[in-house]
């Protein structure tokens, strides 16, 4: 390219590096500045910031409990708050509503000078000092307040109706009308009580120049807006208002709240070291005494750790591989038994009795190996589980594995222990053979493996028939 056809200027390529880092610079800079002269103004406004989740959950109770008219407890969640060195403005208005509502028993007026030091025109301040000259008698009081209120606060409607009303007792009924006609102007959707209640003064108001063709419309107005379930205001809510109300306060954001989280987990020291390599693990109160003890079971044999205040100790139960447990109430005496399968053999190991456990050696053994031997299964089951199959209130044995399902039925024929040591058995009847079929959709009706001639059993031992 000849020197006529290139341009007049072409900057390096590091200027170019350098005017881009001084305009990121800048940027920079002037984000900073902005933040600064933003919380610079926040502060120099006097903006409050974020309350604490302490400080709304108790506002929020006592919100609640200032509805359901418990206001002693009202008064005792907004304690700490108006005790404060700088108490929050909407705390002190809170608890002077709770006095205010509580008079004669409780006095307002400390916190009204509080709220007064710190925002003289303070909406709910004069609608509740109104309402309170009202009792008096002080109507010219109780207008001036009204007329403070509706500065302040132009679309409260039950400070309309209060106003209303006073310059009516005030015999300035010309005034009054304007703003009941107002509410009216609002409709019953949205003005609700306050309608209703204007309406009634409306009426009222027309009464006192007799009964004409208005007054006459308006009471049956009113008598259709009863009718339709729009009552007007008791006492309560005309003394209360919209601006006396304890409320729960506006969610405003917690200073406290972060962005969630993973929960991070933390290991405890190692308890019940004999469980290592187990492979059945289960849960159970094992004595009796409402603790949670733990049942292991796996090449290394069976254990129980049950808890105590110093920590967990365990007993050996089996040694030896076992397979399978289970821990039922098969006597149905509020102790736990335990059925443990080594290989093809099924076993129940008794728990002592109470007396036995009391009174005996207490060096032996909780549970002791039934006398009677149970039959053993044609291969190892798969699994095992406990059921009342036949709903005679005993618990049965149903398992399972390569060779089918087997059921173990407890029938309450036990053999017994005598004073001797001698096992004596007792008649007990056979079940029959079972089988089931399987019919699946499309596919033709076939027999499972049959179920052989149950076991029967006995409510604490079992045995063959």
């Known amino acids: 390219m000849d020197s006529a056809s290139r341009l007049p200027y072409a900057p390096a390529p590091h200027v170019k590096r350098v005017a881009f880092l001084l305009l990121a610079a800048f940027v920079v800079l002037a984000v900073w500045w902005g933040r600064r002269a933003y919380e610079r103004r926040g502060a120099s406004d006097g903006a409050a910031p974020a309350a604490s989740v302490e400080t709304v959950l108790a506002r929020e109770r006592a919100a609640a409990k200032f509805e359901t008219g418990d206001l002693a407890g009202a008064r005792k969640e907004l304690a700490p708050l108006v005790a404060a060195e700088k108490p929050e403005l909407e705390d002190l208005v ?9 008079r004669p028993s409780s006095d307002p007026e ?12 303070n909406p709910s301040l004069h609608f509740m000092q109104a309402r309170m000259a009202l009792e008096r008698g002080d109507f010219e009081g109780a207008l001036a307040h009204f007329e403070r209120v509706r500065r302040g606060r132009p679309d ?19 005034e009054a009308r304007p703003l009941l006609d107002d509410v009216l102007a609002l409709g019953v959707e949205r003005a609700g009580i306050w309608y209703v209640q204007a309406v009634y003064r409306l009426w009222q108001l027309e009464l006192r120049s007799g009964p004409g063709a208005e007054a006459q419309r308006l009471k049956q107005l009113y008598e259709q807006l009863a009718r339709l379930g729009y009552g007007s205001a008791d006492a309560r809510l005309l003394d209360q208002g919209e601006l006396a109300r304890l409320r729960a306060p506006r969610p405003k954001g917690i200073a406290e709240a972060a962005p969630p989280r993973a929960p991070n987990f933390t290991a405890e020291p190692p308890v019940a070291r004999e469980f290592a390599g187990a492979r059945k693990l289960f849960a159970h109160d094992l004595d009796g005494d409402g603790d949670i003890d733990f049942l292991a079971a796996g090449p290394r044999g069976l254990f129980a750790a049950f808890a105590s205040p110093d920590g967990f100790h365990v007993e050996t139960i089996v040694d030896g591989a076992v397979e399978h447990v289970r821990a039922v109430d098969l006597g149905n005496h509020d102790s736990l038994d335990l059925v443990v399968c080594r290989g093809a053999r099924v076993s129940l190991l008794e728990h002592r009795t109470g007396a036995e456990l009391l009174f005996g050696d207490p060096s032996a053994q ?18 095992l589980v406990a059921v ?19 059921l173990f039925r407890d029938d309450g ?6 004073a001797q040591g001698t096992v004596r058995s007792s008649t007990c009847r056979r079940t029959r053979r079972c089988r089931t079929s399987a019919n699946s959709r499309g596919a033709t009706p ?13 409510a604490a031992r079992m045995r063959s028939c």
């Open 156 to 174: 409260d409607l039950p400070t309309r109706v209060a106003l209303a009303a006073t310059l009516t007792d005030l015999g300035r009924p010309d």
């Open 110 to 121: 400390p916190f009204f000078a509080r709220i007064r030091a710190a925002q003289p025109e």
């Open 94 to 102: 809170r608890a002077a509503i709770v006095d205010y509502v509580d």
């Open 366 to 383: 909780r549970w002791t190996e039934s006398p009677v031997e149970l039959p053993s299964l044609p291969s190892p089951p798969a699994d």
């Open 388 to 406: 009342d199959f036949d709903h005679d209130g005993d618990l049965d044995l149903l398992l399972v594995g390569a060779f089918g399902a087997r």
């Open 446 to 458: 076939r027999t499972s493996t049959a179920i052989p001639t149950s076991i029967c059993c006995s």
């Open 413 to 418: 024929a036990a053999p017994r222990v005598d």
